[in-house]
């Protein structure tokens, strides 16, 4: 069976930093503990069943190029146990705590929604048992309401109530299943909630369908007592051409104007951050800001080109950091690093998809040390403690507290001398910590 194109691997381990092994990893050691946590808890990393089990490798110029024994073209029930087996002896291997699916990567290809119920069912009995054996558990679950046709004008923002409807009878499926499971949380990305051109949108209308979309969706949450949290996952494009949910801003306005930000947070991708203009580490620090963090996915693009390359993330100074910005805000909490990467279609070894997952991990697990590196060492918070100091004088708290008038302020007016904002020292510092 699956096991196949594995079995040659062993259990993949910890050897050093200067250890030359491409199966092994170099900062990653699962059990070691940093503030009172291991490593492998703070990173809660997952890995995905769409790019690593779901996918031949095939592009929009051509067909499938790797080697996976359970695609077999059929997609039925046995395919799909085939599938299950493989993905879970990788997790093992790699020593993953955590996996993330959508229901059409799990279950044998469905020809209607209700199909597709019928398939998650069956195949939800010997997931279920594959996660209590392994113990692996799931990040989050969710439902592709994007590759169909029937979603092609968008799922909760179609023209058309049946088409709603059937998004709905998805949802409530992957909802209910993901709380079986224990899923961690639920993932609502708006793939195709957004338009290609606005002569046949109505963007008012779709907004007000989208919000009663989320609005039923966290009301069943309740209904079934599912603990997980709800996450949006913001897009600016790609596949349509405006995406409703473009980036952390954009989606905690929405979701303040329909009174749901107690309700749902955000799964910030790498790559969309940086699709929408952004820096990835500007959304993460953005999303505590606005108390919208949920989760990240985490991968990159590529530099000289727009689209969504879902690469492995390799930028070991970027994530060190984010993890800064997560450490200081108290660590992943039931969120986690999901990798939403593929591997390049030339890629075509067993082996590459381990050591694109070992080098994803390394490049965490290196960002972690160096983003403790820059908390310890205070150079960034005393600066910014400084920065912001006379805001917590007793006239800034007055200003802040609103006891001062637009005119009271005005009379007390007077140019301060200018300080220096010394980011080219605070960039030399960074480099020289991480470096
Ligand atoms: C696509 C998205 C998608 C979501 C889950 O760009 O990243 O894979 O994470 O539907
Ligand atoms: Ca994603
Ligand atoms: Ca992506």
């Known amino acids: 069976m699956s096991h196949k194109i594995f079995s040659h691997i062993p259990p993949i381990e910890y050897k050093g930093a200067n250890n030359k092994d491409p199966m092994a990893f170099n900062f990653y050691e699962a059990e070691r503990e940093i503030y009172g946590k291991t490593m492998r808890d703070h990173l809660r990393f997952s890995v995905c069943y769409w790019h690593s089990f779901n996918w031949l490798g095939n592009d929009v110029f051509g067909d499938g190029a790797f080697h996976r024994p359970w695609l077999t073209g059929e997609n039925d029930h046995q395919d799909a146990l085939h599938k299950l087996d493989a993905a879970f002896d990788f997790f093992e ?14 279950a044998a290809r469905a020809n209607s929604v209700k199909e597709l119920t019928e398939n998650i069912k069956k195949i939800s009995e010997p997931l279920a048992k ?23 004008a968008g799922a909760a923002t179609n023209p058309n109530p049946e088409i709603f409807k ?10 209910e299943t993901t709380h079986q499971l224990n899923g ?53 494009h790609e596949p349509t051409k405006h995406q409703y949910d473009r980036d952390v801003a954009t989606v905690v306005a929405f979701l303040e104007r329909y009174d749901l930000q107690e309700e749902i947070k955000l799964n910030i991708e790498a790559n969309h951050a940086t699709m929408a203009g952004s820096s990835f580490e500007h959304e993460v620090a953005n999303a505590f800001a606005l108390d919208a963090f949920g989760s990240i996915d985490i991968n990159r693009g590529d ?22 910005h997560i450490l200081l805000n108290g660590g992943m909490k039931n969120g986690g690093f999901n990798f939403d990467a593929k591997l390049r279609r030339q890629s075509i070894d067993a082996d590459d998809l381990f050591i694109a997952h070992i080098g994803g991990i390394d490049n965490l697990a290196r960002g972690l ?67």
């Open 303 to 324: 530099p000289q080109n727009g689209w969504d390359t879902d690469q492995f993330h390799n930028d070991p100074k970027e994530i060190a950091l984010v993890m800064r």
């Open 369 to 435: 040390i160096n983003g403790v590196k820059l908390i310890e060492e205070k150079v960034l918070n005393d600066f910014l403690e400084k920065r912001y100091q006379d805001w917590f004088s007793e006239e800034g708290q007055r200003i802040l507290s609103g006891e001062l008038s637009l005119e009271e302020l005005s009379k007390f007016a007077q140019d301060p001398e200018p300080t220096s904002g010394k980011q080219e020292f605070l960039e030399n510092y960074v480099n020289r910590i991480i470096g």
């Open 93 to 106: 291997r790699l020593g993953a705590s955590f996996f993330c699916f959508h229901d059409v990567d799990i």
């Open 184 to 236: 961690e949380n639920y993932v609502l990305w708006g793939g195709r909630e957004g338009y290609d051109t606005l002569l046949n949108t109505d963007i008012k209308q779709e907004l007000e369908q989208l919000a009663r979309f989320l609005s039923l969706v966290v009301e069943h949450k309740h209904k079934i007592g599912f603990k997980g949290t709800l996450l949006i996952e913001p897009k600016p």
């Open 166 to 175: 059937c998004a709905a009878a998805q949802v409530h499926c992957m909802l």
């Open 130 to 152: 594959k996660m209590l054996d392994t113990d692996i558990k799931l990040l989050w679950g969710t439902a592709n309401l994007f590759s169909h046709p029937r979603y092609m």
